[in-house]
């Protein structure tokens, strides 16, 4: 990225922050007389829209003002979920997909909120497959078996009248950049993709065979993940946790220079029209106002493990969640008007 663009992004971001902290009327500094901030280690799993509020809650000081000093730290796909069970972290911000089949292994996670309900892909493709039926005999890429991505993609396809493995070659590819990558050179013939990465695709001469976000297909794309004895034992912390990110999302969607400035930083991204296009699909299709999680975000996820995986069938979906601390973020946002 150019210094002269970095710095507009710096500027815009410090203007932002600058409202922020004058509306919550003070400063970040915490005052003397405060205790000391609750330390926090929280993973995220993938740099992609998808964690625009965690980004911006950490930016703009909210965790700082309900008592968190987080550290955020990107450690990919399943390996946030091994950071979370040895301790290394405190909660992981990723797909439900690593979550359940932890549990099935018998480990004690629970996921206590989820900021993404549904897929929130477009499903890209090169220039000559113009109609679904062209997608036979092709190959689809994937991060890998079993991941967010994999499940989507068969979800996505049998949406369509396709059946995976048979119709289509799945292809394991890594995370969603060498997804990316991977169909801008030709190695797979589509693939889910999602803003901004899929529009600079379409720049490229890719296309959308479909919308799966518009498609609303429940799911736990980005999940909020703890230890269940964490979350007996630092209760109150995680509900702090909880209310920061609900206020951080209603912020973010109030304010689109600020949330497009926390974009540009993390995406690493400098281009203006893409990441205002990424924020409007973001705002638009992805994020509600109260991170619900339900068992119904559960059901593909566990059909589609339980096949490779029988423990993951034996699980009651219902164990693998607890909405409460939602549920006491929307009563005291309901209370404040």
């Known amino acids: 990225m150019a210094a002269g663009a970095w710095d507009r992004s710096g500027l815009a971001l410090a203007a932002g922050l600058m409202v922020v902290l004058a509306g919550c009327g003070g400063s970040p500094t915490t005052s003397r007389s405060s205790p000391a901030p609750v330390h926090l280690v929280v993973a995220y799993s993938e740099r992609y829209e998808g964690q625009l509020p965690v980004w911006l809650t950490q930016e703009s000081g909210i965790f700082k003002k309900h008592g968190l000093d987080v550290d955020l730290q990107y450690i990919a796909s399943s390996n946030a979920i091994a ?6 972290t405190q909660i992981s911000q990723g797909g439900g997909s690593e979550a359940v089949s ?22 890209e493709v090169v220039p000559s497959i113009k109609a679904v039926s062209d997608l036979r005999g092709k190959k689809i890429g994937v ?32 995370s969603s ?22 529009i600079l695709l379409e720049r490229q001469g890719l296309h959308p065979l479909f919308d799966l976000a518009s498609l609303k297909l429940p799911t736990v794309n980005n999940g909020i993940i703890v230890r269940r004895s964490y979350l007996r034992t630092h209760r109150d912390v995680l509900q702090r946790y909880v209310d920061a990110l609900v206020e951080g999302i209603a912020l973010m969607k109030k304010n689109e220079t600020l949330s497009i400035s926390v974009l540009e930083k ?50 009651r979906p219902s164990s693998v969640i607890d909405d409460s601390l939602v549920e006491n973020a929307g009563r005291t946002r309901s209370a404040r008007g």
């Open 83 to 88: 950071a979370l069970v040895s301790g290394q």
């Open 266 to 315: 993390y995406l690493k991204l400098n281009d203006r029209a893409a990441l205002q296009a990424t924020y409007r699909f973001a705002t638009r299709e992805l994020f509600p106002s109260l991170p619900t999680i339900d068992t119904e975000q559960l059901q593909d996820i566990v059909t589609v493990l339980a096949a490779k995986n029988p423990r993951v069938g034996r699980l």
């Open 143 to 174: 991060s890998q078996p079993g991941s967010e991505s994999d499940i989507a993609t068969r979800a996505a396809l049998e949406k369509v009248g396709l059946q995976p493995d048979r119709d289509v070659t799945i292809v394991p590819v890594g």
């Open 177 to 198: 950049q060498n997804r990316t990558a991977a169909l801008e050179r030709g190695a797979i013939d589509g693939g889910l993709d999602q803003p901004p990465y899929s």
């Open 102 to 123: 932890a549990v099935a292994g018998g480990e004690d996670l629970v996921i206590i909120g989820n900021l993404i309900p549904v897929y929130p892909y477009v499903f």
